[in-house]
Nanobody
Framework: QVQLVESGGGLVQPGGSLRLSCAANGIIFSLANMAWYRQAPGKQRELVAT???????NYADSVLGRFTISRDNPKNTVYLQMNSLKPEDTAVYYCAAGLGREYWGQGTQVTVSS
């Protein structure tokens, strides 16, 4: 049974930082392409960042230069370091794993507000 469990969300002031984690179980993590998505209220889910099994990264234009995706294969974990947060970054953030099919976590809420 595949499980992706996100953590690290919360309330932060504009300009602040958060680090999200996603721990994976039930898959060969090192073979999976990983991604972070987010969905704001009333909006469609959007792709934030991806990291391939080879470690190649890609980012949405809206987060480029502020967010960093990374992975720790021995820990079966992918991270999203978010700096210089803005109110428009407020959303539920989801972790996804691509390995033959896509697997999804339950999401973690990030709220950027003063």
């Amino acid at each position: 049974q595949v499980q992706l469990v996100e953590s690290g969300g919360g309330l932060v002031q504009p300009g602040g930082s958060l680090r999200l984690s996603c721990a994976a179980n039930g898959i060969i993590f090192s073979l999976a392409n990983m991604a972070w998505y987010r969905q704001a209220p009333g909006k469609q889910r959007e792709l934030v960042a991806t990291i391939t099994r080879a470690g190649v990264t890609n980012y949405a234009d809206s987060v480029l230069g502020r967010f960093t995706i990374s992975r720790d294969n021995p820990k079966n974990t992918v991270y999203l370091q978010m700096n210089s947060l803005k109110p428009e970054d407020t959303a539920v953030y989801y972790c996804a794993a691509g390995l033959g099919r896509e697997y999804w976590g339950q999401g973690t809420q990030v709220t950027v507000s003063s």
